[in-house]
C-alpha cells in the first residue's frame, strides 16, 4: 500500500503563496497518476491539479495560471505551488495517486489518499 503523505498548508492573506508537498512511500508503476483535490466544508471534494507518468498536467479552470503541479521523482514527491491565493482556495487539501494516467481526474477513480492539508486565505 503507497502511504502519501501532506505537507506545506497554513494560513495566508488574499493575494499570498503556498507550497504544499506530498511524500510517497516508494512505488513502482509503469503508469499512473497523482494529484491534488480540495475540499470545503458542505462541499464535495474536487479535482485540482494532476500529473501523469508521461508528465503531463492538467489542471482545473478555476486555479489555472495560479497553481503549478510538479514532482521529483528521485525523491518521490508530489509538489503544488499556489499563488496568488483567495479566499475561495480554503479547504482542506488532499494529495492522491491513481493507477492509470485518467484516473486523477476524479475522487471515485482514486486509488490511494493523503490524509490533508489545511488550507485557509483570509481576505
Known amino acids: 500500500q503507497v502511504q502519501l503523505v501532506e505537507s506545506g498548508g497554513g494560513s495566508v492573506q488574499s493575494g499570498g503563496s503556498l507550497r504544499l508537498s506530498c511524500a510517497a512511500s516508494k512505488f513502482i508503476l509503469s503508469t499512473y497518476c497523482m494529484g491534488w483535490f480540495r475540499q470545503a466544508p458542505g462541499k464535495e471534494r474536487e479535482g485540482v491539479a494532476a500529473?501523469?507518468?508521461?508528465?503531463?498536467?492538467r489542471y482545473d479552470d478555476s486555479v489555472k495560471g495560479r497553481f503549478t503541479i510538479s514532482q521529483d521523482n528521485a525523491k518521490n514527491t508530489l509538489y503544488l505551488q499556489m499563488n496568488s491565493l483567495k479566499p475561495e482556495d480554503t479547504a482542506m487539501y488532499y494529495c492522491?495517486?491513481?493507477?492509470?494516467?485518467?484516473?486523477?481526474?476524479?475522487?471515485?477513480?482514486?486509488?490511494?489518499w493523503g490524509q490533508g492539508t489545511q488550507v485557509t486565505v483570509s481576505s
Open positions: 492522491a495517486l491513481g493507477l492509470w494516467r485518467d484516473h486523477c481526474s476524479a475522487s471515485r477513480t482514486v486509488t490511494n
Open positions: 500529473i501523469d507518468s508521461d508528465g503531463r498536467t
